[in-house]
Structure formats: structure tokens, C-alpha cells
């Protein structure tokens, strides 16, 4: 395990490494969320409230806007430097190797924890070739999403290996 002095060693310490993200990194809060990772994510949040959300849970803040950083100090905090999607994954991933049993965990939209699903539970909700093909699926508590394997997810595995440069699924 390789460690790197500053600010971005507290992010190797062990634990949930749970997040807060600013407004502008929507598409890397999915992304992130769909890796497993805990990111609480609004667009209704004001700076103050997302700063202090962050402070009081003790989590990352993930921000696009220095403006933000200077106006509330907040100790835990990465400013995220590109606009491109890819940059911006491995700088938040660069001393956290991502867990791919944890990948598909987690609602992209809403954060919460899938729970599993029988194929009647949602048979009203998926299409009917994927019910005759699939078995395993999983939703969302809070907006009923139903998840379940098949080529959106390993087009997801490609991307994710490629910008990663893991080859390991
Ligand atoms: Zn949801």
C-alpha cells in the first residue's frame, strides 16, 4: 500500500470514505455511486448547507469552486481540477483502489442501498425480455429503480476499466 504525504493522505485512512459533492459533479457522483461509494449529491443545496453537511458528517468535500473553499473551511475537501469525466474519477480514486464487489451496490440517483428483488416484485417494471432472461435483480428503497445485470452494467465494467486502467473483471 503506497501512501503520499498532504492532504490527500487522510484519504487512504481505512473506513467508509463517504462524500459530499457540489453541484457541478453530477455525472461523477453516479459514476461514483455506482462504484459503491456513499456521496450525498443535491442541486437544491446552497453552498452553506452542502459545507456544513459535509463538516457535520465528516465527510469528503468534493468541489468544483474555490469560491466555496475560501468562504467555509472545510478540513476535509478535495477540488476537483479537470471538467472531463475521466480526470476527475482518478483523481477522487487515485489513493483508493475502488472494491468491485461493492460496484452495483448502491442507487445511482438517490444513494441508498439496493436491496434484493424477486422477479415478481418488479415484473411490472422491466421490460419482458429481461425478465425471461434475468433472475437477479435488485432495487432502490427510496425510488423503486429496478437494477438488474446485462449490457448496460459490462459497458459500464469497460468504462470503468479503461479509465482506470484495471483489467481485472
Ligand atoms: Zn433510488
Known amino acids: 500500500m503506497h ?3 498532504g492532504d490527500n493522505d487522510l484519504m487512504s485512512d481505512a473506513g467508509d470514505f463517504a462524500m ?20 450525498l449529491y ?3 443545496w446552497e453552498d452553506a448547507v452542502l ?8 465527510r469528503w468535500l468534493l468541489t468544483r469552486d474555490r469560491d466555496l473553499l475560501r468562504r467555509y473551511a472545510v478540513r476535509k475537501h478535495l477540488f476537483i481540477t479537470s471538467d472531463v469525466l475521466g480526470a476527475q474519477l482518478r483523481q477522487v480514486l487515485a489513493n483508493r483502489t475502488p472494491d468491485p464487489r ?14 434484493p428483488a424477486s422477479s415478481e416484485e418488479v415484473c411490472s417494471l422491466v421490460p419482458v425480455h429481461i425478465l425471461r432472461t434475468e433472475s437477479d435483480f435488485h432495487h432502490c428503497p427510496r425510488c423503486r429503480r429496478v437494477y438488474w ?15 482506470l486502467g484495471t483489467h481485472q473483471h
Not at 459530499?20 to 456521496?39: E, H, I, K, Q, T
Not at 452495483?104 to 440517483?109: D, K, L
Request: with cysteine; charged share 30%.
Open 3 to 5: 501512501r503520499m504525504v
Open 20 to 39: 459530499a459533492a457540489d453541484v457541478m459533479l453530477g455525472r461523477l457522483v453516479r459514476w461514483l455511486r455506482l462504484m459503491g461509494f456513499d456521496v
Open 42 to 44: 443535491s442541486n437544491r
Open 51 to 58: 459545507a456544513s453537511v459535509a463538516a457535520r458528517e465528516n
Open 102 to 115: 461493492r460496484y452495483f451496490t448502491r442507487c445511482v440517483r438517490c444513494n441508498d442501498r439496493l436491496v
Open 149 to 163: 445485470h446485462g449490457t448496460h452494467r459490462e459497458q459500464a465494467l469497460s468504462y470503468l476499466d479503461e479509465i
